[in-house]
């Protein structure tokens, strides 16, 4: 079983969540954490680690294997998410979008292995990217 974290600048974790749990019609309460960072907290940073480092701990005491998503590679939310996910059965994933968070929260309840179901979640959210001209510029193969 799997628990997700979502530390995010601004409020894009929090909305992220809530359109994938709207038109899945799932409630993930019990489930998931999210967190909002930026530039500006740099003297709150300790305290949110701390409270991040609950929340993952109290997951994994379930005998959960927690995902934490992040926006952006290399941004706050992300240094902050590296500092804490030294733990085997914790992994972060960057650059997240809406088919990536449907994608686990149908998987929610998998008995997958880490790494598979981060490969499942990476796959989901990069076949969900594309460009209409490309698309639409696809010839026909009879």
Same mark, same amino acid.
């Not at 409020?11 to 998931?32: S, V, W």
């Not at 993952?56 to 240094?79: A, E, T």
């Not at 590296?82 to 686990?104: F, Q, R």
């Given at each position: 079983? $799997?628990? #997700? /974290?979502?530390?995010?600048?601004? =409020?894009?974790? *929090?909305?992220?969540?809530?359109?994938?749990?709207? !038109?899945?019609? &799932?409630?993930?309460?019990?489930?998931?954490? @999210?967190?909002?960072?930026?530039?500006?907290?740099?003297?709150?940073?300790?305290?949110?680690?701390? &409270? /991040?480092?609950?929340?993952?701990?109290c #997951?994994?005491?379930?005998? *959960?294997?927690?995902?934490?998503?992040?926006?952006l590679?290399?941004?706050?939310?992300? =240094? @902050?998410? $590296?500092?804490?996910a030294?733990?085997?059965?914790v992994?972060?994933?960057?650059?997240?979008?809406?088919?990536m @968070?449907?994608? %686990?929260?149908?998987?929610?309840?998998?008995?997958?292995?880490?790494?598979?179901?981060v490969?499942?979640?990476?796959? %989901?959210?990069?076949?969900? !990217?594309?460009?209409?001209?490309?698309?639409?510029? *696809?010839?026909? @193969?009879?």
């Amino acid at each position: 079983m $799997y628990a #997700y /974290i979502f530390i995010t600048h601004g =409020n894009m974790g *929090r909305e992220i969540l809530e359109t994938a749990q709207k !038109i899945m019609e &799932e409630d993930l309460t019990d489930h998931c954490s @999210v967190f909002s960072i930026d530039f500006s907290m740099a003297e709150k940073l300790d305290d949110i680690k701390a &409270e /991040i480092k609950g929340c993952l701990d109290c #997951y994994l005491g379930k005998d *959960r294997k927690v995902i934490i998503f992040v926006d952006l590679f290399g941004g706050s939310p992300s =240094n @902050v998410a $590296y500092t804490i996910a030294k733990h085997e059965n914790v992994d972060v994933v960057s650059g997240i979008n809406l088919p990536m @968070v449907m994608y %686990s929260i149908e998987h929610l309840d998998s008995t997958k292995k880490l790494d598979e179901m981060v490969e499942g979640i990476m796959k %989901s959210g990069a076949q969900n !990217i594309t460009s209409a001209k490309k698309l639409l510029n *696809r010839k026909v @193969v009879k």
